[in-house]
């Protein structure tokens, strides 16, 4: 009796689970082990069949999920890693495609711990309540809001040590741009920008620097942004690619003196198309093309002229602006075709923002600047696992970034 009652104590289990009977079946220790490899796959396919129902929005064979454009679509076999051996379990799946287990993650061979299950719900946009009702209601697993609490504030750590670890000496190309979220100030919910740097290293690959929180974006923030990067190891940026903030290249320039500045054509497009009416916005559109679009740039600046001589007097705001910002507008014409399309627009981070929107979306605004800086941490997290691989035609962009900046690049 006294033993029972101790294994129950231990373990949890239901009573009279573990009877004499029950335990007649195992003859050795390797006995106990296949027991426990096959009830933990059934407990993880069980769990993974409620997530699936929670993704589907209807449990198996409710007609409730008729015509409703997704349904199941069998199993596929997953060999698993657990504490007792290899297990193969059955993951369900969808007609669209789009269902992604969170206990059993894609192109992972182990389930997720609790609190790893915790850390990545909270990535994925949920709140403190919406994790502990999706522990319960998919799960069933009875956690406190305190206790998501506790294990989500061990993120802050980590963020914090990811923003002040040493970053490489050189970067080849670094996308400057904001993100705009509502946070929770002095009593008021205001408008605030999440400041983020990705850099392109000699290895071809993407790497956040960091991400940083102040009020409307602006040039002299940067500066501070720029300032930490240095301060982190930082000594020299070949590229850099922004939005046309005013002064953004002034201030670049005062950090990074040899840093080439080019200011983002598509920023320039959309700004310079606010001032156009509907009825010429096409054509007008179509007039811009053969500036950027041109083979280089003394062919640009013919282009602008003839842009300018039909538009300028209708749109002279929007023709000056062109003008104004020309130098770091064409930076990109110094570099052969295949550098040129990397440079010429900061879609790459723009990329990135909307992927860190698509995680907080769930968030209409944060209590605090910690909880901000908390949530794109574990977006960039989770986007950066699937930058894996060097950008396109690496070999010959490097090859071409050490012939023109042969005397800089820091090998």
Known sequence: METQFMAKQRTG??????????????????????FMKDLHSQVLEQMLQGEMDAHLGYEKNDVSGNNTGNSRNGNFPKTIQTEHGESTIQIPRDRNGDFEPIIVPKHKS?????????????????????????LRNIYEINLSGSSVSIITNKVTQAAQDWQNRPLERQYLIVWMDGIMFKVRDGGKVINKTVYICVGLNKTGKKEVLGLWVGKAESSAFWMSVLTDIKARG???????????????????RSVFPNAATQVCVVHQIRNSCRYVTYKDLKEFTKDLKTIYGAVNKDAAALALDVFEQKWGKKYQYAVRSWRTNWDDLTTFFDYPMEIRKIIYTTNLIENLNGKIRKYTKAKLSFPNDDAV????????NEIEKKWTMPIRNWAIVLNQFILIFDNRILL
């Open 13 to 34: 289990l239901p009573p009279g689970l573990i009877t004499k009977e029950f335990l007649k079946q195992f003859k050795s220790e390797e006995d106990v082990s296949n």
């Open 110 to 134: 182990r389930g997720l711990s609790i609190e790893k299950l915790v850390i990545s719900l909270y990535a994925k946009g949920m709140s403190v309540s919406d994790i502990e009702d999706e």
């Open 234 to 252: 930082v000594e020299d940026i070949l590229i850099t690619c922004t939005d046309n903030l005013n002064g953004f290249t002034d201030t670049i």
């Open 373 to 380: 800086k908390k949530s794109v941490y574990l977006a960039i």
